[in-house]
């Protein structure tokens, strides 16, 4: 019962966080939102006793992306009035709970038939989360597309640099 309460409330949290991300304006304040959605991750990954991927959550995603990413929207300096003026705000939001609520009660009820009151064996006796099976399983089956991603954060952050050079 405690597990539940806690990730129904990592859960919301993760959720709030990545609605805030999305419809901000403000490059920072959406990045800060999506600190909040990375750290809300970790917690779901320690509920999980996913201990390796919770400490790489935090370091990596929730510390150095984010830093990386703050460090380039500060390089870029962007002016708050070349920002959009953000008009009805509040009607979207409502009409879009409005129309994605019965999909969402659906897919609750859906979900409370199918598993109902069942208890999940835990992960942590088969390795999931540990540093074996996380190495293993991205030194092997998803090698190259772990590198693919690296190239591409690389090339998105010389881009950005290139850009911010030329605007100054």
Known sequence: METTLYFIILAAVAVIGGLLTITRSHPLSATLSLVVTLIA?????????????????????????????????????????????????????????????????????????????????????????????????LYTQFFFPFEIVSILLLVALVGVVTLAKRRA
């Open 41 to 137: 991750l970790a917690g779901l990954y320690a509920l999980l006793s996913a201990e390796f991927l919770f400490v790489i959550q935090i370091l990596v995603y929730a510390g150095a992306i984010m830093a990386l990413m703050v460090f380039v929207i500060m390089l870029l300096n962007v002016r708050e009035s070349s920002f959009p003026k953000e008009t009805g705000f509040e009607v979207k939001v409502l009409l879009t709970f409005a129309l994605s609520s019965p999909l969402l009660l659906t897919t609750l009820w859906a979900i409370h038939q199918h598993f109902g009151d069942s208890t999940f064996p835990a992960l942590s006796a088969n390795g999931f989360g540990s540093i074996k099976s996380v190495g293993l399983e």
